[in-house]
């Protein structure tokens, strides 16, 4: 079995600060890993993925990832906050590139002035 | 391209009654996901079809069914309702059920308020 943990339900940061959203995982066959962004009232959108190819990942928005099986983590980060990325993230895995995905339960990103 | 269509957007019964809710996956693609969220459980799969038949199924109660159609447009029913299954109900799709550069395209979700 498969699952992920997202460490810090809500996280802020200034305009213009790192963002860095934390995701463990835990998957006794090698894993694909996927960050998703949920705006309010929205479904989910890809923000990049992970299929074991390239170790770090860049997605869409300046979001990259890097997958570190020693440490089973695949962090989010983005240089640089924009207001605009006020959003729920959430850290998803599944094996074999199958559709049935395992969700963490999220992180609420604030983006303050 | 539209993306991933789900009808209605917003739905309220009362316990006990039933509920179908419909997903018009992206034109070309077979495989239809559904997913159940709520704020105590998070994100929850419920079940995938592909080519009219179930691949792979979540640890749901039997109330809760679903469907594909031969156009891939997906379908699912929850029976006898009751207020636990208040929740946003998120349909995904893709080409194919597995694969390295498979990707899941998520619709709207569909509100669901139970009193």
């Known amino acids: 079995a498969q699952s992920v943990t997202q460490l810090g339900s809500h996280v802020s940061v200034s305009e213009g600060a790192l963002v860095l959203l934390r995701c463990n995982y835990s998957s006794s066959v090698p894993p694909y890993l996927f960050w998703y962004v949920q705006y309010p009232n929205q479904g989910l959108q890809l923000l990049l993925k992970y299929t074991s190819a390239a170790t770090l990942v860049k997605g869409i928005n300046g979001f990259e990832a890097e997958f570190k099986k020693s440490e089973t983590s695949f962090h989010l980060t983005k240089p640089s906050a924009h207001m605009s990325d006020a959003a729920e993230y959430f850290c998803a895995v599944t094996t074999g590139g199958g559709n049935k995905l395992t969700f963490g339960t999220g992180t609420q990103l604030k983006v303050e002035l | 391209k539209a993306g991933v269509t789900q009808t209605p957007r917003y739905l309220i019964k009362t316990r006990g009654q039933q509920v179908t809710l419909s997903c018009s996956p992206i034109?070309?693609?077979?495989?239809v996901s559904w997913y159940q969220q709520t704020p105590g459980q998070g994100l929850q799969f419920l079940f995938e079809y592909f080519s009219e038949t179930q691949r792979n199924k979540g640890n749901f109660p039997g109330r809760f069914s679903g469907r594909q159609f031969s156009n891939s447009r997906s379908e699912m029913n929850v029976s006898t309702l009751e207020l636990g299954d208040s929740a946003l109900y998120l349909c995904a799709s893709s080409l194919s059920p597995q694969g390295a550069n498979n990707e899941q395209f998520f619709g709207p979700g569909t509100r669901l308020t139970v009193l």
């Open positions: 034109s070309g693609h077979r495989s």
